[in-house]
């Protein structure tokens, strides 16, 4: 139990950033760290007490597993989540190039 | 276990791949290939159509049958009302791609744009015909990222 | 772009081997320890990129570079689609067959066709993420000169 709110604080701590912090990259950061707050919350969902990792040992088989359905699902996630800060950075590297500055309260007042 | 079900995904994600290699090549490739693919899976659709009546076909991909009645595996999932869905998708891109072979000459990349469309069909196709939540996540993304790609389109000449 | 200090390229120089082979242990043991392709075609990204920053390279050389890492990509990504394909055509109607056989378990050449899945997923993710840092590079370097 404690583990689930230990990931909503991550999550909570990732918006704190994107709301307060005036540089673009650090806006970016901040994105990805709640995305990686989900995916703990999904991989820890799997867990049952007194399992061992998922990797079968032919000289000592272990009796419970943990699930291993929800760590394959994280990492498509993690992929798909590499994609969308791959394309995110595209757009911060247009924006430095036509206004010259990361700090978003310049950018909004410009309005080129 | 109707084996045309996955060929509605897998085509146009070769297509867009293939694409990519030999239009390097050739110049005139990817337009006309791109409406040949969608023509091909237009047909499909309709002869799914015109024989789906109240049946609901599901293909499980790899073969893996349920174990103790839990089933493990990706299922697609064809039934009437997807069956709908599927060919408006087709159909409206197969009318788009045969538009474009001649408006796509004011722009220089013509590559990436064929690529890119044939990636949104498949991921879109993708979204439809998946049997559970996880499928219509991975291929929402595939679909959306490559659309955001294609409204950033564009260097005209 | 500029290369780096004398010192940077020296220790690369060393380094950039091991961490190639690294990564192809990742993807060829992905059916017996954890990683796979993603994991391992991120390290073998990793060691791609450092050779890149550390000697630089001028902009005609960043683009060839770029365009035959492509051709890599796309063919990595239909071969994997030609293996889907084929266990189709191999016996029993269905895509994503694995009709290679299996062998013992815990040995490396086993698990039929997922050891070759792991090779070409591995290869198109480190050409994915190689394009990606070649794309943002020559972007910067259009801008300048």
Redesign the interface.
Known sequence: MIAYIMCFMLFLVGLYGVITRRNLVKIAVSLSIMEISTFLFFALVGYIDGGVAPIVDPADPAKVYVDPLPQALVLTAIVIGLATTAMLMAVIIRLYRKYGTFDIREIKNLRG | MNPLIPLFVVIPLAGAFLIMIIGRFIEEFNKYFTSLVLLFLTCISFYFLFTTGEKIFVYKVGGWEPINSVPIGIYMVMDGFTVIVVCIINLIGFLSAFYSISYIKRYTAGNYFYALFCLMIGGMNGVVLSGDLFNIFVFLEISVISSYALVAFGVEK | MKGMTIIVKKTTQLIAGMIFMYGIYVIVHGH???GGG?AGGVVIAGSFILVTLANGGDFMKLLKEE?GT??VE??A??LV?VI??SG?LFG???????FLPKGI??HLVSAGVLPLYNIFVGTE?AAS?FI?FL??II??EE?KG
């Open positions: 017996l320890t954890p993603f365009s492509t051709i796309s063919l990504t239909i689609i889907a394909v189709f029993t109607k269905i895509f994503f067959n694995n378990v815990g993710v993420i990606i794309s943002l972007f910067k801008s």
